[in-house]
């Protein structure tokens, strides 16, 4: 059964950084693009970035360009979010997601991020 597990979400200062992590199973990893998606409370979901199934590929919204980092390492079945000179702002649940073109669309339960001094 496919599942996906994010972990490293924590309490952070503003100007901090902060390492999320996703543990992927049931499903052919390598074979898949993978997300991080993130939701503010009372805000719609948002991507935040998305990597290639080989990870030869990012891509980051506008907001994260510069202090956001994804990454997968398909050897452990896992895909980092590295985040940096975090502001209050980037106070949200972080979920992991999994696509595929020929089907297949999985989501993780969140990790949550709390900025705040």
């Known amino acids: 059964q496919p599942q996906l597990v994010e972990s490293g979400g924590a309490l952070v200062q503003p100007g901090g950084a902060l390492t999320l992590s996703c543990a992927a199973s049931g499903f052919d990893f390598s074979r898949y693009v993978m997300s991080w998606y993130r939701q503010a409370p009372g805000q719609e979901r948002e991507v935040v970035a998305v990597i290639g199934s080989r990870g030869r590929n990012a891509d980051y919204r506008d907001p994260f360009k510069g202090r956001f980092t994804i990454s997968r390492d398909n050897t452990k079945n896992m895909v980092y979010l590295q985040m940096r000179n975090l502001v209050v702002e980037d106070t949200a649940t972080y979920y992991c997601?999994?696509?595929?073109?020929?089907?297949?669309?999985?989501w993780g339960k969140g990790t949550l991020v709390t900025v705040s001094s």
């Open positions: 997601n999994a696509v595929h073109s020929h089907g297949g669309n999985y």
